[in-house]
Every structure is written in C-alpha cells, then in structure tokens.
C-alpha cells in the first residue's frame, strides 16, 4: 500500500504545485498583486518569498505523508524499508519545485498569466502519462527521460537517485530565475476581460 501511494503522490503534489500557481496568476489577474508591490519589497523578493512558501508547504506535506505511512506501517506490522520511502518523501521536493516554478514562469512571461496554469496543467498530465505508456510502447529511453515523473522515478522501491533529483532541481533553479526575470519586466495592471 505504502509503495502504491508513491504512483500517485508525486502527481497530487503536482496538482499542489499547480493550484499555488493558479492562485498567483489569479491575483494578478485581478489586480491584488498591485497592493503587494506597493509595500516596499523587490519584486524579485515577493516571488521568492511565494516560491519559499510552497517549498516548506510541499516539505511539510511530503513530511507528514512520510510519517503517517510509517506510522501506519508499525501500526499494522508491515515492514517498511524507512531509507527508500523517505528517499522517496524527499525527492517529490524538487519534483513539486519545479512544476511551480514552470507556472511561475510561465505566469511572467504570458499575456494572461493563468494561461500558465493550463499549459503547465497539460504538461504535467501529459508527462504523468508519459511516463506511464512509454515502457509499454517500448519508446526510446530518451522519449522517456522527457517526463518529469520519469525523473523522479520510483525511489521508494528503488532508493534514491541522484541524477533525477539533480535534473529537477537544476530545472527547478533555471525556471524560477526565468520566472524572477520576467516578473521584473512585467507590467502589472489589472487585466480586462
């Protein structure tokens, strides 16, 4: 049971990742954002600070996921190897970063920022299914490694592995600066209908 939760786990914490997104670009969308920049803050500053918050948010969720599987576990005297399931807890952070961080980019670098929150919504699917189909379609290895969750991998029965969780977190980095940059250069009024 404990194994089976991880196929699912790193696509909720997607879809966390996305509604965090479609919070940000609905504030701006709807002009909230202006109040937030008039406060003396650096832009660069109100989207780490919101980048930050999901971070420990998704940390705190992946954590007590974590404990209630063990604890569910001892509860039921099912052995549970701690190391891989918590190698698996701790790999959905930059899996979950870099889903948000995408959205964030995105939401800079669109017209409409919730635009962000669609394209990113179908890629995380897609990439979900991806990752699903293509060993059973017998696609390249490299058709494969395009998926997020293929990156992330299966860490809970295999233990963890350091080349996924460098990508993610490298493409996790690499998208938050894009999305710092462009919300510097970002006109931000209230978007008519």
């Given amino acids: 049971m404990a194994l089976s939760l991880f196929n699912f786990l790193p696509l909720l914490l997607s879809g966390y990742a996305l509604t965090q997104v479609a919070g940000w670009a609905g504030e701006e969308e709807s002009g909230r954002l202006e109040v937030t920049l008039t406060t003396p803050q650096s832009r660069p500053q109100v989207i780490l600070s919101r980048f930050t918050a999901i971070a420990l948010t998704s940390t705190l969720i992946a954590l007590t996921t974590g404990a209630a599987i063990l604890a569910g576990a001892a509860a039921g005297g ?7 399931m918590m190698a698996g807890i701790i790999s959905l952070l930059p899996l979950t970063l870099t ?3 995408a959205g964030f980019a995105l ?4 017209r409409r920022p919730s635009g962000a929150v669609a394209v990113v919504g179908v890629l995380v699917i897609a990439s979900y299914f991806l990752q699903l189909l293509a060993p059973a379609l017998s696609w390249p290895t490299f058709v494969q490694g395009l998926s997020i969750f293929h990156q992330y991998g299966n860490p809970a029965r295999t ?7 460098s990508f993610l977190t490298v493409a996790a980095v690499v998208l938050l600066a894009s999305a710092v940059v462009g919300f510097q250069r970002r006109d931000i009024t209230k978007l008519e209908a």
């Fill in 78 to 84: 099912t052995d549970v190897d701690a190391g891989k």
């Fill in 99 to 101: 889903v948000a961080a």
């Fill in 107 to 110: 939401a800079a670098w669109l």
């Fill in 159 to 165: 233990g963890f592995d350091g080349g996924g969780f």
